[in-house]
């Protein structure tokens, strides 16, 4: 059977993830190669993903790599972050106001991500991705993005020619050779990080239109899939509360990211759970020719047992002192609702450091399903 992983998108919420990778490594024998023969990714997820698959010889490995630039992460390794740079941007955005909303030398956005250029070029070899492929250690990964003309969701991936590319209700799959520019593409978040243009279109981040982040993997032959979410579980809330008053700006942006991040991978994971349901109960039935379309799909999910938001609020003092003024603008501080918005550019060791932390600590604690799940 074919294992597919599926890391979801977030932003600086993807160093979740490579906590729960980091458990998994440590809970497989020592040098074994990547235990995923396919491998999705969207947003932040497709750098994870895309860091897995270029060492994929080696999955210890490949997941201390990816730990070590998440643990030593700084804001202006991912975007410009300088006040200085911040009122550039800020000028050019008025400045298109003129020019009918479009920017005149680059795509219009609040950060300039030319530093999260430079870090990838340096710290993923892309050419290996071939390599691994060609070596059977991998047999497809993908980068998904937001075409921002045709609307689609546009899974960009690249794996052994079995795989052919599909065509679904706004949703493609496209074959190619994955570089930097797909990374930025997926991860770009709007208004806030640069859309990214390949080919002939400009596209967004990847959690855009993505109504099911899991077809990825299953278009490219996943028999088992295994889910690390970003979504983080909320606390009980009273049966009956009051607002004291209106969402924030931050609130309201980051209630949006969420839409687009979260609810469509918590969705997709309902509706496999549906599905798996039904095809187990027309088996037990007899019902052979009712499922020759329908298959029973393994899976597991881990999803974080914290609240982002919490350990934002905690962690937006770290950020440089421009950015830090546009979380308290915003009101994504002192108890406004908006930390959720912070958690999505909170590019900081410290905050990375502990979501590594729980999310390896929320995978040792279902040490058995995982170890049942690659067995």
Known sequence: MKSGLVLSGGGARGAYQVGVLKAMAELLPKHTHNPFSIISGTSSGAINAVALAASANNFQLAVKKVERIWRNLHVDQVYESGVIDLLKSCGRLVGS????????????????????????????QFKNIQKRIDEGYLEAVSVTASGYTSGESVSFFQ??????????????????????????????????????KISREYFGDGALRQLSPISPVIHMGADRIFVIGVSGHPKHLPKEYSDTHSPSLAHMVGHVYKCAFIDSLEADIEHLVRVNSLVKGLKECNQGKMIEKLRYLEFLAIEPSIQFDEIADKHVRDLPAGMRAIMKITGATGGLGGASMASYLLFESAFCQELIDYGYQDAMEQEAEILAFLG
């Open 97 to 124: 106001m003129f020019n009918q909303g479009i920017g005149t030398s680059r795509p219009l956005a609040l950060l300039n991500t030319d530093p999260l250029r430079e870090l990838l070029s340096h710290t993923i």
């Open 159 to 196: 794996g052994n020619q079995r795989i052919k590319k599909w065509r679904k209700t706004r949703s493609v799959g496209v074959p190619a050779l994955l570089d930097i520019d797909h990374l930025l593409a997926s991860s770009a978040i709007p208004t806030i990080l640069p859309a990214q």
